[in-house]
C-alpha cells in the first residue's frame, strides 16, 4: 500500500489578528465523503418558497510553521478549516406570478 501524497496549499491563517495581517500558513486538504445533505425550507407570507442548503466544498487543517505538524487548540483538538457555499432558490407561488401579469397588462 503507497503512502497518500499531502495536498498542501496556504490560506489565512486561523487566528483572526494574524489573519487580518494577511499573514498565511500552510494547509494540509483532508478528503471527506457526503452522508446527508438536506435542504431548509421555509414559506414566505406571498406564498414563494425558499429552499437552501450549505455545500462543504473543502476541509483543512492548518500546518504550524514551525513545525509542519497539524495546529491543535489550547484542549489539544485539531483545527480544522472549511470552505463552503450557499445554494438558495426561490420559488415564487403561482399567485405571485399571475399577480405580476395583471399589474402589466
Not at 498542501?8 to 457526503?34: M, N, S
Not at 497539524?70 to 407561488?93: H, K, L, Q, T
Request: hydrophobic residues 35%; charged residues 35%; proline residues 6%.
Amino acid at each position: 500500500m503507497g503512502s497518500k501524497t499531502r495536498r498542501i496549499t496556504q490560506k489565512l491563517h486561523p487566528d483572526p489578528e494574524k489573519a487580518e495581517l494577511g499573514i498565511k500558513v500552510g494547509v494540509e486538504f483532508l478528503d471527506f465523503k457526503l452522508i446527508k445533505e438536506d435542504w431548509c425550507e421555509w414559506d414566505i407570507e406571498d406564498g414563494t418558497k425558499i429552499r437552501a442548503k450549505i455545500i462543504l466544498s473543502e476541509v483543512y487543517m492548518p500546518l504550524d510553521p514551525e513545525t509542519d505538524g497539524i495546529m491543535r487548540r489550547e484542549d489539544g483538538s485539531p483545527r480544522y478549516g472549511a470552505s463552503i457555499a450557499m445554494n438558495v432558490v426561490f420559488e415564487p407561488s403561482e399567485s405571485v406570478i399571475v399577480a405580476e401579469e395583471v399589474e402589466e397588462g
